[in-house]
């Protein structure tokens, strides 16, 4: 806790305010990419102490909230059949399905488990061999190498009850996605700290040269938040677009090369749908031919399984930067934590459900 004093210290926090202040001289419009950092900044009120000249946009790192609605509607599907047990990551059970969620399955008889680690599913299909584990794969590169592990040891292990639900995203090409749109308005980015230590951030360097933009790797305290928005008005004040990295203290140019390698021993890079923003290129993981016999999808036939996005919902848009959660028409209204229209609201790092915490 000490460690952590220094990162939440006020009077560090205010002499690095004080500095954003003395070189901000024009409007810059920064994107924070993860959803922790999005909730830090609005628990802590960081945007409201920065120049009124920069916007704070607040991006798609929510795992959750972008998982398309079709693998919620497929996750579901496996949860209300016979002799089949869906583990999951608590933060998934609430995310509303095109008719209901994974909470409502379990209400209904279907065997869903809450679980710490994919680990824990090894057990789980050793202990009931007559059943069929799945586990709800869900999240960045942060989580992916767990999940790796757990089907390399499946496959090692001859456990041929487990299989995955995959529903991996992948940052670099996110961030693409957004700096090419015709809509954009986003002049840097505070890149995820959590996933450049499994990744490193040389896969960023390309990104801001092509698209002149600064990317600075951020971590999640307020200290770690202002210094990176301080590093990325720096750049933007002097015309300059690299990638720099303040939070030297978890991350290396080169990231986990253990990590990194099970990523790209079990799995494949392929196009994937993110909820509410569409199909972006080269941005999902599904597992490769080596490890086919554990795709959930395949072996479940839960390929064609298409669903539609409610109307109402505008979660794409908050997901794009295109609209503060509290600007939405249905925000604290029609759409809250007890009955939210989208994920935005219930998964601990969406936008919506940040700005219902702390500024309702």
Not at 268 to 277: A, E, F, K, L
């Amino acid at each position: 806790m000490k460690y952590l004093q220094e990162y939440r210290d006020p009077k560090i926090a205010q002499e690095i305010i004080r500095k954003i202040h003395a070189i901000t001289t024009r409007p810059h419009a920064i994107m924070e990419v993860c959803g922790g950092q999005t909730h830090s900044i609005v628990k802590y009120g960081i945007d409201s102490l920065l120049p009124e000249p920069i916007k704070l946009i607040h991006g798609p790192g929510c795992p959750v909230c972008v998982t398309p609605l079709e693998k919620i509607n497929k996750a579901i599907n496996l949860a209300l059949r016979e002799n089949i047990i869906l583990c999951s990551f608590g933060d998934m059970l609430r995310v509303p399905g095109s008719n209901e969620d994974l909470f409502s399955s379990k209400s209904k008889g279907g065997d869903v488990r809450i679980v710490y680690s994919p680990m824990d599913c090894l057990k789980i299909a050793k202990n009931n061999p007559g059943k069929e584990v799945v586990f709800f794969a869900v999240g960045f590169e942060t989580t992916a190498p767990g999940n790796a592990w757990a089907v390399y040891f499946a496959k090692k292990q001859k456990i041929g009850n487990f299989s995955l639900l995959s529903s991996h995203v992948l940052v670099p090409p996110a961030i693409e996605a957004i700096l090419s749109s015709d809509e954009n308005k986003v002049q840097g980015f505070l890149a995820a700290g959590h996933v450049c230590a499994v990744m490193g951030f040389k896969q960023y360097i390309p990104i801001a040269e092509k698209y002149q933009v600064p990317i600075v790797v951020t971590g999640f305290e307020p200290v770690d938040i202002l210094q990176g928005i301080h590093s990325c008005v720096n750049q933007l004040e002097n015309h300059e677009a690299r990638v720099e990295n303040e939070y030297r203290r978890a991350v290396k140019p080169n990231g986990n090369l253990k990590a990194i390698g099970i990523i790209q021993e079990v799995f494949r890079v392929v196009d994937r749908q993110w909820r509410g923003i569409g199909v972006i290129p080269q941005s999902g993981l599904s597992l490769n031919k080596s490890y086919a016999s554990f795709d959930a999808e395949k072996k479940f036939d839960l390929m064609d399984m298409e669903a539609r996005e409610p109307e109402e919902c505008k979660s794409g848009l908050v997901l794009q930067g295109r609209l503060k959660p509290s600007d939405c028409a249905q925000f604290g209204k029609k759409c809250t934590p007890e009955h939210p229209l989208g994920a935005t609201m219930v998964s601990s790092e969406g936008a919506c459900a940040a700005y219902y915490k702390y500024r309702k």
